[in-house]
């Protein structure tokens, strides 16, 4: 019979203050025959003082420590240990916390209201290369972009309708509306005959049109002419 190689165990580092969780992440690792608990401690101070000792294969972090910002601790530890997984485990919900948890160098960021099993299978996750994040979060980070791509997108579209003649590119048209040719205008205007098509070319240009009644249909509705 071949012998079976058993799977690496994933050594993690635990910062936390709250005792409630801390026990609740200890019995969840117990049973766990691929993880160990390595380091518990309870403060910012503690936690960087970790550093000068072996890194875990994953440090889980908390953002509320009594005495600073778990953040401080994450941007520490990943750059004292850049192999290590670092895994934000917090009761803030909010997007800036996030945000300012992953530039930092957090790779993971979880709310702790996540089952133990759930807890077991994200450790796994960011030990395998994954980027766990609470389902809560990431429908916030969905609908920042959905409601930033509206925004750029309704601003394309007042870019667009947006268009601007000058004052003798607007006598040009005016006069086109009320049915004068090139010829006429050139006389009405007192210039050539090829200003006015100059004029007549750049207007078909900023309104994209091709022909006189495309070009009176769109300057109607972008509100270049009156009524």
Request: overall charge negative; proline content about 5%; aromatic content about 4%.
């Amino acid at each position: 019979m071949p012998h079976t190689i058993p799977a690496p165990v994933i050594r993690i580092a635990l910062v936390e203050d709250d005792i409630g969780f801390q026990t609740a992440v200890t019995d969840a690792l117990k049973p766990a025959p691929d993880m160990v608990l390595v380091a518990v401690c309870d403060t910012l101070a503690a936690g960087l003082q970790l550093l000068h000792l072996a890194p875990p294969d994953v440090l889980i972090v908390d953002l509320g420590l009594p005495d600073g910002s778990g953040i401080t601790l994450v941007q520490a530890a990943h750059a004292s240990w850049p192999d290590c997984n670092i895994m934000v485990s917090t009761a803030f919900a909010d997007e800036s916390h996030l945000m300012k948890s992953l530039e930092a160098g957090a790779t993971g960021y979880l709310l702790k209201d996540c089952s133990q099993r759930n807890l077991l299978n994200e450790i796994r996750s960011i030990h395998s290369g994954g980027s766990p994040i609470s389902p809560l979060i990431a429908r916030k980070i969905l609908m920042r972009f959905e409601h930033s791509n509206k925004v750029n997108e309704t601003a394309a579209v007042v870019t667009e309708s947006c268009v601007t003649l000058s004052a003798r590119e607007q006598e040009v048209l005016e006069l086109i509306t009320k049915g004068f040719t090139a010829a006429e205008i050139a006389v009405l205007l007192c210039v050539s005959h090829n200003t006015i098509l100059t004029f007549i070319r750049r207007i078909y240009a900023k309104l994209k049109v091709n022909s006189k009644t495309e070009a009176i249909y769109e300057a109607r509705i972008r509100g270049l002419l009156n009524p």
